[in-house]
């Protein structure tokens, strides 16, 4: 697998241990061109990075050493995890995103994400369930990789989790809220109350239905988003 390397001055020169990195967060760039995009992650007025940067050909380029912290997740909680940074390597993948015109990730650029995300989970024996995306750690400020990401492909290679539909389900329940955000909170989902309706609810909902359910993004739990919410914490 051929990187090409453009460092980005934007790291914090820490060096941690392999068994620090225990994520890969996924990312699309969200500005009009590959360009802008390399010149904001390697501009030190942004103060922002990330570890690799694929595009729309596939080329991978890397811009921070894994050893390094980039900084590319930003104020983000998973689990008991705060500011992922720390404990992740960033990829960002080469999209126009939701601003710009969101475009279908290409079929090369997702083939050598894989090749990548293999070789890392190997390297740093990442579990499968902490393939995630940006918007999953960062629900309230962030939207990305979106609904176009292939989450359900990747969790076949065991890169990100997945449900399974199961028919033997009981659908009963008194309060889908209450018993859905407990789900949540089970897989890692913070930025909630669970007993306790939030204006933020709806961009959690959102995140968890752009990652396991992406033609249904509507913010609300609906009896779909509920079941998979269950299917993938029983």
Not at 103 to 131: G, S
Request: hydrophobic share 30%; net charge positive; with cysteine.
């Amino acid at each position: 697998m051929k990187i090409l390397r453009d460092f980005s001055p934007n790291y914090t020169k820490v060096i941690r241990s392999k068994a620090e990195i225990k994520f890969i967060i996924i990312h699309y760039t969200g500005m009009q061109s590959e360009i802008e995009s390399l010149k904001r992650l390697k501009n030190p007025k942004h103060k922002v990075s990330c570890h690799y940067l694929i595009n729309r050909k596939g080329k991978i380029i890397q811009l921070v050493r894994e050893k390094n912290v980039a900084w590319h997740a930003g104020k983000s909680r998973w689990k008991k995890f705060v500011n992922l940074n720390n404990n992740s390597i960033g990829i960002e993948l080469v999209n126009k995103g939701h601003k710009y015109g969101y475009q279908k990730f290409t079929n090369i650029q997702i083939r050598n994400l894989i090749k990548l995300c293999k070789n890392l989970k190997k390297k740093y024996a990442i579990k499968t369930e902490n393939f995630l995306g940006h918007s999953d750690i960062s629900p309230l400020r962030k939207i990305d990789p979106g609904e176009k990401f292939p989450w359900k492909k990747l969790s076949h290679l065991k890169i990100g989790q997945w449900f399974k539909d199961r028919t033997n389900f009981n659908r009963n329940s008194k309060n889908l809220r209450l018993v859905f955000f407990k789900n949540l909170r089970k897989l890692g989902y913070r930025y909630f109350s669970i007993n306790k309706k939030n204006y933020s609810d709806k961009k959690v909902i959102k995140s968890f239905q752009q990652h396991y359910l992406p033609k249904n993004v509507t913010g609300k739990i609906d009896r779909k988003t509920y079941e998979i919410s269950h299917f993938l914490t029983n």
